[in-house]
T-cell receptor, first 110, second 114 residues
Framework: AQRVTQPEKLLSVFKGAPVELKCNYS??????LFWYVQYSRQRLQLLLR??SRESIKGFTADLNKGETSFHLKKPFAQEEDSAMYYCALSVNSGYSTLTFGKGTMLLVSP | GAGVSQTPSNKVTEKGKYVELRCDPISGHTALYWYRQSLGQGPEFLIYFQGTGAADDSGLPNDRFFAVRPEGSVSTLKIQRTERGDSAVYLC????????????FGEGSRLTVL
């Protein structure tokens, strides 16, 4: 069965510092990887997906199949980035029964 | 409304009681998902509907849990003989079939079993 591991429960940085939220997965095939974000008092929403290869709100994530990782990075953190971040994996083509990690709380201080 | 709507937002019940949680997906979204999120955990998949049928119910923990979507829109998650371990936030999400991976979540129904 597939699994997603986010080793950090909490990541605390200062505004302007670089950020890397770690995500590792276990799956023998070719999964799709996603990052979802939940801001305070808001609903869970998609941040980015690896197949899009896009930067959203300054965040990027590269799928490394050799290391089975999909770390989320941003060069300069902003206070509004403070949120709960979930890495998720889908192994089904055509629909998305996502397997989520436990999440990492990012706290950006002024 | 524009987003996924879930009711009730909060439900407190006693052990052994029956509970229904409702989800109204985004209009036009054919896929509907139920997830459960316990404290300190990520969302855990329960069941997926494509139209009216449950295409994948492999995440339902036991036969006390059941979900329906009779007209391919609104869905109801039903929990019989609730147990304290059922306490969690139950999340509903919908997606457009062609945009696999982008789930639109509701705000969730927080269930507390005393």
């Amino acid at each position: 069965a597939q699994r997603v591991t986010q080793p950090e429960k909490l990541l605390s940085v200062f505004k302007g510092a670089p950020v890397e939220l770690k995500c590792n997965y276990s799956y023998s095939g070719s999964p799709e990887l996603f990052w979802y974000v939940q801001y305070s008092r808001q609903r869970l929403q998609l941040l980015l997906r690896h197949i899009s290869r896009e930067s959203i709100k300054g965040f990027t994530a590269d799928l490394n199949k050799g290391e089975t990782s999909f770390h989320l990075k941003k060069p300069f953190a902003q206070e509004e980035d403070s949120a709960m971040y979930y890495c998720a994996l889908s192994v089904n083509s055509g629909y998305s029964t996502l397997t989520f990690g436990k999440g990492t709380m990012l706290l950006v201080s002024p | 409304g524009a987003g996924v709507s879930q009711t009730p937002s909060n439900k407190v019940t006693e052990k052994g009681k029956y509970v229904e949680l409702r989800c109204d997906p985004i209009s036009g979204h054919t896929a509907l998902y139920w997830y459960r999120q316990s404290l300190g955990q990520g969302p855990e998949f329960l069941i997926y509907f494509q139209g009216t049928g449950a295409a994948d119910d492999s995440g339902l923990p036991n036969d006390r849990f059941f979900a329906v979507r009779p007209e391919g829109s609104v869905s109801t998650l039903k929990i019989q003989r609730t147990e304290r371990g059922d306490s969690a936030v139950y999340l509903c999400a919908s997606s457009h079939y062609l945009l696999s991976g982008e789930l639109f979540f509701g705000e969730g129904s927080r269930l507390t079993v005393l």
